[in-house]
Nanobody, 118 residues
């Protein structure tokens, strides 16, 4: 049963931009979405998955230091979707990006690959 579907990744040159989307499906996952701070994570090759940013139900946001001023997380609660606008991308942003709740309470999706390279 698919619960989270990430999309929007791709290959981009340094300095470029991408907008990632993550949609929650199913009544249970949508119920959890409504009650949760939604979070973007990423996992680079050879590294553990790391938290990148989260957006609370109120809309307040928190970011890892390395993306502050470059990434913007937002949520569309009516459509059970969370977004990550990524600007001024750097090669070190290369990773598979995933979304989940802050407590990681939903099944992980397949993620979306972001590659930043010239």
């Amino acid at each position: 049963q698919v619960q989270l579907v990430e999309s929007g990744g791709g290959l981009v040159q340094p300095g470029g931009s991408l907008r990632l989307s993550c949609a929650a499906s199913g009544s249970m996952s949508r119920g959890i979405f409504d009650k949760s701070a939604m979070t973007w994570y990423r996992q680079a090759p050879g590294n553990q998955r790391e938290w990148v940013a989260h957006v609370a139900r109120s809309g307040s946001t928190v970011y890892i230091d390395s993306v502050k001023g470059r990434f913007t997380i937002s949520r569309d609660s009516a459509n059970y979707t969370v977004y990550l606008q990524m600007n001024s991308l750097k090669p070190e942003d290369t990773a598979i990006y995933y979304c989940n709740t802050l407590l990681q309470s939903l099944n992980w999706g397949e993620g979306t690959q972001v590659t930043v390279s010239s």
